[in-house]
């Protein structure tokens, strides 16, 4: 019963201890082997706005299933795991002394690294959180160019410059001696991220910050990788991931969100986007990464129609979602229904062999729709 009113507060309903110890003292008077009874008495006491019957009726069916204890423990869903205090997301000083042993690069043997590959984030130990952690920095993923509208001149180029070739051979009357050759200009790939830092996320948010970064790093340009986090609001992170020490740009990131922990609106977020910030950072053959569980709070039409017209502006729109790893998830929830129409492609983001099998398509040629 305290598991679920955390999960009623992932969706902002203000669950207080107070009204969870109503509930324990309603169902003395209700049949507990009515799904009915026990459903209504929670509602009673727990909902205290009908705006929230949604999300609590969405939230009671995903949570009361059938499930024996072992496999509620290894669920692979963030929306079940224990909120963490954000004191322990703060990142520790980098020049912080330790027993000696550095921390911040932990010796990963070969057994470790095939251990770790397939372990879900949410079983990670803290030792092994910061194994992964350096796995993931270790990453090699480069995003294919993309062509420029613009040329430049180049002797291997295909195409004569006729403009160019007659202004040189002006001095050698009609005769045309030099030919100059356009070629088109290849260009970093723009790849924009944008990660779900709610209540539901925290299990995973940290880690896949520790990609987004790895990623706005490895990146030969990295003016074209653009970060973003959102929750109820939408925070551009691109010059806080850009800091090259790791911790001191991951604890500015932290800092600099206000929503981390809170509910998602992932519609009004990608409105924000589209007003503030696409014409900016949207360029010519771009890569869009949407990095959510889908648990969203806001209009699903909104978030219908917003990802529809970035569907229509990115080349790629591509959906990461470590609930999708589970084997018996379906996304059934109002915010992936309202998604799933409009993504390239559906991802599960769960562990760090996920992430692998998602570097290796950065890095395909033809992971282009146009270009």
């Known amino acids: 019963m305290v598991l679920f009113a955390r999960l009623l507060r992932v969706g902002e309903l203000k669950v207080t201890p107070t009204q969870v110890s109503s509930w324990v003292e309603a169902l003395d008077h209700v049949e507990l082997g009515s799904k009915h009874q026990v459903k209504d008495a929670a509602r009673a006491v727990l909902v205290s706005d009908s705006s929230e019957l949604a999300w609590f009726d969405a939230a009671f069916e995903l949570f009361w299933q059938r499930r024996d204890a072992e496999e509620l423990n290894e669920l692979e869903l963030g929306l079940l795991v224990q909120r963490q205090d954000r004191t322990e997301l703060q990142l520790a000083e980098p020049g912080d002394k330790g027993s000696g042993e550095s ?16 372990k879900p984030f949410t079983a990670l130990n803290h030792q092994e959180r910061r194994a992964v952690e350096e796995l ?4 090699q993923f480069e995003p294919p160019p993309v062509t ?46 944008l990660c779900d830092v709610s209540g539901s996320m925290e299990a995973y948010s940290r880690l896949l910050l520790h990609f987004v970064y790895a990623l706005s790093h490895r990146q030969k340009s990295r003016s074209r990788v653009e970060s973003f986090a959102f ?13 090259r020490q790791i911790d001191a740009a991951l604890r500015a990131a932290i800092e600099r969100i206000g929503d981390w922990g809170g509910g998602t609106r992932t519609g009004e977020a990608l409105r924000t986007f589209h007003r503030h910030w696409a014409p900016r950072v949207l ?5 869009v990464l949407i990095i ?80």
Request: with cysteine; net charge positive; charged share 35%.
């Open 231 to 243: 929750g109820t609001r939408l925070t551009r992170l691109s010059n806080d991931l850009r800091i």
């Open 292 to 371: 959510s569980d889908g648990w969203d709070r806001g209009d699903p039409r909104l978030l219908g129609k917003e990802l529809a017209r970035l569907q229509r502006t990115c080349d790629q729109l591509i959906w990461l979602n470590p609930l999708l790893g589970s084997a018996d998830y379906e996304p059934l929830t109002r915010g992936m229904q309202a998604a799933l129409p409009h993504l390239d492609r559906f991802l599960p983001v769960h562990n760090l062999r996920s992430l692998e099998q998602l570097a290796v398509l950065l890095d395909e040629a033809d992971l282009s729709r146009r270009s």
């Open 283 to 287: 360029g010519r053959g771009a890569i």
């Open 103 to 118: 921390a911040r690069e932990p010796v990963i043997t070969w057994s470790d690294q095939e251990r770790l590959r397939d």
């Open 148 to 193: 420029s509208r613009r040329k430049r001149l180049r002797r291997s180029g295909r195409e004569i410059d006729l403009r160019s070739a007659l202004r040189r051979n002006l001095k050698n009357g009609a005769e045309l001696i030099e030919l100059p050759r356009l070629h088109k200009r290849l260009r970093p790939r723009p790849v924009i991220a």
């Open 136 to 139: 993931i920095a270790r990453l």
